[in-house]
């Protein structure tokens, strides 16, 4: 017997072109993509319009819709009052050093276990994998005493950025995707490299890594917005009001500043991990959802 072509949905086709079935379908998919659609971008509006508004109108209730007397001093006023270019500094820094740390360190490691398959490979990557099982909060008190005194060495590292930048480095997440990606690279590249005297380090840098750009660029974008989202790490290891990230800066001006000028520094805060996803959220989907050759 023939196999059926035909893609089998939830709702037939023979069901949607029937008057009823067509217009139940359109009305139920266009409730939810309103709904998600209020539920994702609600807030945005909220935090953007509610930065134009005046301090008694943000307070008030029920809240406004729109401005009544929009104030874009407001953005003005976040970004002299509240030191945003400082703040913005710092955590793109931070951010920089979290990208390298983890494209370096991270691909070394997934490079391994993918490629150069060490002895207890498996057993490794299995012990890693079970990090993730861990809430972070319990992780919090362990890693503030290792960076308060780093065995062996016994360094303080206090408004340190390696405070950082190291334990953003043992990503067990990025490393599980950085190793499924190099795993769908064929073996007959590799043993094409090692026949012509390429050693492992070459092979990483002549042949994977260049075909490896999109899930890099996955990595390298999550690192970014780790350090910009976080706000409990930075807040206890970075407790100088100079090297504070903008999330912990803007909470420290919080109680003296005026409701709408906080929202409207966090809104200048958001713009830059907003702008990039917004550039390279093609890089994203295709850096998860391919391998390593196309075609």
């Known amino acids: 017997m023939a196999a059926d072509s035909t893609t089998r949905t ?23 993509v309103a709904g998600f659609t209020l539920v994702f971008l609600g807030p945005l509006y909220w935090m953007v319009t509610g930065a134009l508004k005046s301090g008694q109108e943000i307070a008030q209730t029920p809240p406004t819709l729109f401005p009544r007397d929009p104030q874009p001093r407001n953005y ?8 945003l270019a400082k703040l913005l500094f710092n955590t793109f820094y931070y951010a920089t050093g979290a990208v390298l740390f983890q494209l370096v360190f991270d691909t070394a490691a997934a490079y391994a276990l993918s490629k150069l398959r060490p002895v207890l490979g498996k057993l490794i990557l299995g012990m890693m994998l079970a990090t993730l099982m861990i809430p972070a909060m319990v992780l919090i008190v362990p890693q503030y005493v290792t960076v308060i005194d780093l065995p062996i060495v016994h360094v303080n590292l206090l408004d340190s950025p390696f405070a950082i930048w190291l334990p953003l480095v043992a ?31 070459r092979t990483l840098w002549s042949i994977v890594l260049p075909m490896s750009r999109p899930i890099l660029g996955v990595v390298a974008i999550f690192a970014v917005t780790a350090v910009w989202k976080d706000f409990l790490w930075p807040k206890l290891v970075m407790p ?26 966090s809104v200048i805060a958001a713009i830059p991990t907003v702008v990039l996803f917004l550039i390279f959220q093609r890089n994203i989907m295709s850096g998860l959802t391919t391998g390593g050759l196309k075609g």
């Open 10 to 32: 939830l709702i037939s086709h023979a069901q949607l072109r029937r008057g009823r079935g067509r217009v139940l379908y359109w009305a139920v998919l266009s409730v939810v």
């Open 76 to 83: 003005v006023d976040a970004w002299t009052n509240l030191e």
């Open 171 to 201: 990503n067990a997440f990025n490393i599980f995707l950085l190793k499924r990606f190099f795993d769908s690279i064929p073996e007959d590249l590799m043993a094409a490299a090692v026949m012509d005297g390429a050693s492992p380090l």
């Open 240 to 265: 100088s009001p100079e090297t504070r990230t903008v999330s912990v800066g803007i909470y420290a001006f919080a109680g003296g500043t005026p409701m709408n000028v906080v929202i409207a520094a």
